[in-house]
């Protein structure tokens, strides 16, 4: 992979300007440009025909200064441990600007978790807690959903570390089915907070966004639930969809009840009825009010950012766009909402699933919304009033809040 497009490279850069903005001394920098923490492992599975596949996995514990590390686990058949360590310093980065009292941390596994059966992601599930829970709990670090992941593995995980252990521990993961310690809301909190950061943009840029067209590119937990909320919370008129085999366009606007209907029934958006195909290159140069990158990295690049004309860019994916497009976006007047800010909901509610695993008592949907929405709000405007005192572009006027908070904690345990 060119330095230009790996992820890890690109997340040391984006540090690297952060840290000579802030004035940052040689060895917090150092300090902050590497993982703490890495293991490498290999998981044979038992698969459905007698054979055995042998699985390579990750869990990178980026930096825990400001608690335990938490992150979300990806299986992806393009994982590798460089995606992870970029993922799981973008956590550390995320938990800070939020300002929850965690740090960053990311796992993986590099498998096609599309081409497996229940039985075969259940033995590879159980396998990846064998091989990592020497260095995972619910006090050093605690995984979670990501791409291709979700509650029922999160399930068989708690499950398998709870029959290590002999005791059963519900705060060693999140992102659990809602019997086994899952808190209400946790399912849609990461495209609830990149609404919420959005009303607060269209509010900070005098921007109208009822009836307002939106685009979303990946339709995986983020995608479908931004198109749910976008509606119900903004009014927004979604006018395109798209997921890893492209994408469709409805001049009128095509509904969350329409969009998700199709995909449960053909596994796909494609070819929805009454719509126009379009790439996904396509779909994230229309012209929209509000463009939603909502599935995997470098998809707004030096060769596209150009011909971005959304005005607001809400990054639900992580890592959606490279350090060159961000320049080009910001000169070209385009907001972006940079991903570890707009998507900070789902670990924000991981959290507070944590808060009532610890103490066995659970909370209301309406008070989770409310506290996910202080969060976010609070988070958005300290990124906003940044980018304006600096006259940098928001995703640097995250990194400026984020960094100061994770140096701060550094230097007070006195690492550094
Ligand atoms: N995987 C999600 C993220 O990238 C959630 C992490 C978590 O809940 O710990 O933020």
Known sequence: MSTELNPFDIAQRQ????????????????????????????????????????????????????????GGLRWHPDETIDTVRAL????????????????GGKGGVTCSPKEMSQGEQERLARGYIRAIHRIIDDKTDVPAPDVYTNPQIMAWMMDEFSII??????GMITGKPLPLGGSEGRGDATARGGVYTV???SKALDIDLRGATA????????????????????????????????????????????GVAWKNKNGTVVDMANTKNVTNEELLEL???????????NVITGANARNIKAKISAELANG???PEADDILHERGVYVIPDFLCNAGGVTVSYFEQVQNAYDFYWPVELVHERLDAKMTAAFHAVHKMAQEKSVHNRLAAYLVAVQRVAEACKLRGWV
Do not use: C
């Open 15 to 70: 540090l690297d300007e952060a840290a000579e903005l802030l004035g940052l001394d040689e060895a917090t920098h150092q300090l902050l440009r590497w993982p703490r923490r890495e293991l490498r492992v290999i998981i044979p599975v038992r698969m459905d025909d007698g054979t055995v596949q042998v699985f390579h996995g990750y869990r990178v514990q980026y930096n825990d200064a400001r608690g335990a590390t938490k």
């Open 88 to 103: 799981a310093a973008w956590m550390a980065w995320k938990t800070a600007v939020v300002d929850i009292p965690l740090g």
């Open 165 to 170: 252990k002999g005791y059963n521990v519900p």
């Open 199 to 201: 009303r607060e943009a």
């Open 215 to 258: 685009a979303i590119q990946g339709y995986g937990n983020a995608g479908q639930f931004v198109h749910k909320l976008g509606e119900e919370i903004l009014s927004l008129k979604v006018v395109a969809v798209s997921d890893s085999r492209g994408g469709v366009y409805r001049e009128e606007g095509i509904s969350f009840e329409e």
């Open 287 to 297: 012209d929209v009010a509000v463009l939603f990158p909502s599935a995997l990295e």
């Open 320 to 322: 959606p766009t490279t």
